[in-house]
């Protein structure tokens, strides 16, 4: 099955500084890869999701980075900001085989210092 | 908000009690999910239904029950739980089962004494 590894389990950066968090998989199989955030007290929310036959993919701020090749993806949040503080979430699976074939990562939490 | 809601938000129970977890969304969707987020652990899905009808279920112990009346509503009903149990556990719904893309709840946290 499918095996997710997500780094660093914690990041702290200054405000208005950038943040990276990378995740690997495992089945070369997989094209679809999204980006969970969960703030303090809610459940995790989709936030940027990129599918394999795109290289990088932005919005706004955020912008996520897939290599096939390597089987790695990322996560980048420039000029962070104090609302960015939260645990993020990886997680890749087969397009078309439906959430529950998703498999995320364990998971990194952002802290912003002011 | 998301269009999922849980209750209750927390819940403390002794390992001889039973209890329910409710779900509720109100988004339309025809998938619902019951997933387990422990500390330092990867979200680990528990139960998924489309259509009203359980389609997998991930060896799960047989203390936790779910039921799902409608599109609309999902729950967990507890009994008999370990220690080990504690955990926040999420709802969650999709357009269809072959749609990725979950909305989530706020969770239950839920401690086991």
């Known amino acids: 099955g499918e095996n997710v590894e997500q780094h660093p389990s914690t990041l702290s950066v200054q405000e208005g500084d950038s943040a990276v968090i990378k995740c690997t998989y495992s089945d070369s199989a997989s094209n679809y890869f999204p980006w969970y955030k969960q703030e303090l007290g809610k459940g995790p929310q989709l936030i940027i999701d990129?599918?394999?036959?795109?290289g990088e993919k932005k919005d706004q701020r955020i912008a996520v980075t897939l290599n096939k090749t390597a089987k790695h993806f990322s996560l980048h949040i420039t000029e962070t900001q104090p609302e960015d503080s939260a645990v993020y979430f990886c997680a890749a699976s087969i397009s078309g085989g439906g959430a529950d074939g998703l498999t995320f990562g364990k998971g990194t939490h952002l802290i912003i210092q002011p | 908000e998301t269009g999922v809601t849980q209750t209750p938000r927390h819940l403390v129970m002794g390992m001889t009690n039973k209890k329910s977890l409710k779900c509720e969304q109100h988004l339309g969707h025809n998938a619902m999910y019951w997933y387990k987020q422990s500390a330092k652990k990867p979200l680990e899905l528990m139960f998924v239904y489309s259509l009203e009808e359980r389609v997998e279920n991930n060896s799960v112990p047989s203390r936790f029950s779910p039921e799902c009346p409608n599109s609309s509503h999902l729950f967990l009903h507890l009994h008999t739980l370990q220690p080990e149990d504690s955990a926040l556990y999420l709802c969650a719904s999709s357009h269809d089962r072959g749609n990725e893309k979950l909305f989530f709840g706020s969770g239950t946290q839920l401690s086991v004494l």
């Open positions: 990129i599918r394999s036959n795109v």
